[in-house]
């Protein structure tokens, strides 16, 4: 009789670690593949460690190194146009 039980909660507690290790690594592999590239989540988490946190996200740098299209410009004083006063 306290044999079966002894075993029933052997395999109800082995059930439950199993699945927790199979949801904590399921947890690392999203977050080491996915989650981690969201800054929101990394700060609310308080992941301050990981070098990806120390890096701008691509989109700050490529505006940087790319030049400045011809609306980006902006114009100077002595690049301005400046129209004739009409005098009559």
């Known amino acids: 009789m306290w044999q079966s039980v002894g075993l029933t909660v052997l395999v109800i507690v ?7 290790l199979f ?3 399921g947890w690392y592999v999203v ?3 996915f ?7 990394r700060e609310m988490l308080g992941d301050t460690g990981s ?3 120390e890096t701008q996200p691509s ?3 490529s505006k940087h190194t790319s030049p400045p299209t011809q609306r980006q410009r902006l114009k100077t004083a002595r690049q301005r ?3 004739p006063e009409n005098t009559t």
């Open 51 to 53: 070098p990806q946190t």
């Open 23 to 25: 949801m904590v690594f």
């Open 35 to 41: 989650l981690s590239k969201f800054k929101f989540l």
């Open 14 to 20: 082995a059930t439950l670690v199993c699945a927790l």
């Open 59 to 61: 989109e700050s740098k």
């Open 31 to 33: 977050w080491q593949l």
């Open 81 to 83: 146009v400046v129209p």
